[in-house]
């Protein structure tokens, strides 16, 4: 089983700037959907961004133009810039895997190997 850890989550005043990053324990396939998502206290699990392996980066709309997905096959992983932070990006990240698949979705419940997550907190 494919296991996940994300790291770089950290405290941080409105308008910085994080990077997140999630590493995979082994190599687990060549066409895999790979997402970030959030969950902010009191709130349901939101997709944030999410990527196919042969597929360019999508956002939900509250984050487009702020942060940016990348991934590093070499590396089995996928980062998360995250910039402009504002208070309401407060929230556990969490990042997710589901591979053998045509293309992505950013429901939660469609993923099926996730990460223990990081916290992110932005402070007004």
């Known amino acids: 089983q494919v296991q996940l850890r994300e790291s770089g989550g950290d405290s941080v005043q409105a308008g910085g700037s994080l990077r997140l990053s999630c590493a995979a324990s082994r190599y687990f396939g060549s066409r895999f959907c790979m997402a970030w998502f959030r969950q902010g206290s009191g709130q349901e699990r939101e997709g944030v961004a999410w990527i196919h392996s042969f597929g360019p980066p999508r956002y939900s709309d509250s984050v487009q133009g702020r942060f940016i997905l990348s991934k590093d096959p070499a590396k089995n992983s996928v980062h998360l810039q995250m910039n402009d932070l504002r208070p309401e990006d407060s929230a556990v990240y969490y990042c997710?895997?589901?591979?053998?698949?045509?293309?992505?979705?950013?429901?939660?419940?469609?993923?099926?190997?996730w990460g223990q997550g990081t916290q992110v907190l932005v402070s007004s």
């Open positions: 997710a895997v589901k591979n053998e698949v045509q293309g992505c979705t950013s429901a939660p419940s469609w993923y099926d190997i």
